[in-house]
C-alpha cells in the first residue's frame, strides 16, 4: 500500500489548488434560539443570533472547492428534492448534515457528507452534497453580512 500513497498527496493538492475561502454556518441542533417558534418549529429569519434557522449557530471561514457541475438529489420518497452543489474539503474541516455553506452569495445546505479514506484508512477529504436554499435567501445574506462584517 505505501506504493499508493502518493495518490492522498495528490488529492489533496488539487483540493488546495482549486480552494478558496468560503463560511460554513455550524447549526446546532441541541440548542435552541430564543426566536424559534415551538408550534412551527421555525426560526425568524431576521432574527441576527441565528439567522433565522431557529438554533445556535457558529461562523467559521474555511477553505473548499467547488464543483460546477449539478447533481440531483433525490429524497427516501423518491421525490425530486432540487439541484444540488458538491463542495470539497480537506479532512480538518469537519462539516454536518445541516450545516450551510455561505459561498459567494449562495447559500447551500449540506444534506450529504462522504469522508474519502486513503490507503492509510485516515480521511484524505470530505465530499459534500448540499442543495441550495430557497427561503428567506436576501434577508438571511442581509443579516449574515452584517454579523461578519463583510
Not at 445541516?98 to 459561498?103: N, T
Not at 444534506?111 to 479514506?117: L, V
Request: glycine share 8%; charged share 30%; with cysteine.
Amino acid at each position: 500500500m505505501k506504493k499508493l500513497q502518493w495518490i492522498d498527496k495528490e488529492i489533496k493538492k488539487i483540493i488546495e489548488l482549486f480552494e478558496y475561502d468560503m463560511y460554513v454556518v455550524r447549526v446546532d441542533t441541541k440548542i435552541d434560539c430564543t426566536c424559534k417558534d415551538f408550534t412551527t418549529k421555525q426560526g425568524d429569519p431576521r432574527h441576527k443570533l441565528c439567522l433565522g434557522t431557529g438554533q445556535k449557530i457558529k461562523i467559521m471561514k474555511i477553505k473548499g472547492a467547488s464543483h460546477e457541475g449539478h447533481t440531483s438529489l433525490i429524497s427516501q420518497e423518491n421525490n425530486d428534492i432540487g439541484l444540488g452543489n458538491i463542495y470539497y474539503f480537506k479532512s480538518n474541516n469537519c462539516l454536518n448534515e445541516g450545516d450551510l455553506i455561505v459561498d459567494k452569495g449562495k447559500i447551500s445546505i449540506v444534506q450529504g457528507i462522504e469522508r474519502k479514506k486513503g490507503t492509510q484508512r485516515e480521511c484524505v477529504y470530505q465530499k459534500c452534497i448540499c442543495i441550495n436554499k430557497r427561503t428567506d435567501v436576501q434577508i438571511f445574506l442581509k443579516n449574515f453580512d452584517e454579523v461578519v462584517k463583510r
